[in-house]
């Protein structure tokens, strides 16, 4: 049997990444140009400038992977793309090029959800990793618990009802004054003090299992709000540490008690917040002792990239599922 090659294009937010992948397992080459240094001064990612350096990028970034891969476009069989979820205008940027390769090569084009991109990077990484089991995917637009029934099945469980999880870690750094993107500053000063800080006593897991993170980062506004109005010193570190305590330890609830309520015991962790340190510990810790089999990609394949695009992009190749045509539109809420 032939082995089969997939060029994965990503583009959804910031980074600009291509990679090429060989049976939706082998990672051949796995390129990211990030925009980080780009956005920092700006506290945030600012959609019109990461689309205009995304146009820059795509094509040398492209480039690279078939070049590091040790490929040409004669050997790919398929150009996999995410088309939503992300900014429309830097997801255009993938899609057109994506669109472009594909009929320049006479090669299948196929359309990946961002989310399940996220969810595929444990293939990368778990060669013996099958369907079915449940999937967390926490990052700073999107905190979903997913059923993964088979490679091209996802049924949704439960979702955020405001912010995501990624989405608080970067409006308290915001308000901390720490530099953007605040998860990591956020991990990095958590592990210089204690969880001291009760920010939100309220804070359970909900009857229909779904997320909410809107109030905990509304009470660590109030509570530096109300220290800065007395002149009083902030804490940072403490703060950080008690914020990610609380968020965390009520991620990793709710994650384990949809596990308990599913009887499902075969557990992964993807998204950018899966390279949190403190959720990495908090949820190994449990299902060690819940016995419970726990997957986790390493850091690399938490961030945007595109080799957990082209992994997914593999599955649907095999079946012949999410193909898509020139008139492929990017998708911004899907």
Avoid at 119 to 136: G, H, R, V
Avoid at 147 to 163: F, L, R
């Amino acid at each position: 049997m032939s082995d089969t090659y997939i060029l994965g294009i990503e583009s959804s937010c910031d980074e600009t990444a291509a990679a090429v992948v060989k049976n939706g397992r082998t990672i051949l080459s796995n390129i990211i140009s990030s925009q980080i240094d780009i956005h920092r001064r700006f506290g945030g990612v600012v959609p019109e400038i990461a689309g205009r350096n995304h146009l820059l990028a795509i094509m040398p970034v492209i480039d690279e992977a078939l070049t590091s891969a040790g490929v040409s476009l004669r050997d790919i069989d398929a150009v996999a793309v995410t088309y939503g979820a992300g900014l429309i205008g830097c997801l255009l940027v993938g899609v057109s090029a994506a669109k472009a390769l594909a009929y320049a090569i006479n090669k299948p084009l196929i359309k990946v959800n961002h989310i399940q991109g996220h969810i595929a990077a444990n293939f990368l990484q778990y060669e013996d990793l099958q369907p079915p089991f449940l999937a967390l995917v926490a990052s700073g637009g999107h905190t979903n618990i997913i059923h993964v029934k088979d490679y091209t099945v996802y049924e949704n469980i439960s979702g955020t009802m405001d912010d995501a999880i990624g989405e608080a870690f970067d409006k308290v750094a915001r308000i901390l004054g720490l530099p953007y993107p605040g998860g990591p500053e956020i991990d990095k000063r958590a592990k210089l003090a204690s969880p001291t800080i009760r920010f939100c006593p309220n804070l359970k897991i909900r009857d229909d299992l779904s997320y909410s993170f809107s109030g905990l980062k509304t009470a660590v506004v109030n509570y530096v709000h109300n220290l800065k109005q007395k002149n009083l010193p902030l804490n940072v570190e403490e703060i950080c540490a008690s914020f990610s305590d609380e968020a965390v330890g009520y991620l990793v609830e709710t994650f384990i008690s949809t596990a308990k309520r599913t009887g499902i015991n075969k557990l992964v962790l993807a998204g950018r917040v899966a390279a949190n340190s403190c959720l990495r510990s908090k949820l190994s810790d449990i299902c060690e002792k819940e016995l419970f089999s726990l997957f986790i990609p390493r850091p690399i394949l938490c961030t945007d990239n595109a080799a957990m695009i082209a992994a997914r992009g593999y599955f649907s190749f095999e079946k012949g599922e999410d193909l898509a045509g020139l008139d492929l539109n990017a998708v911004s809420n899907l």
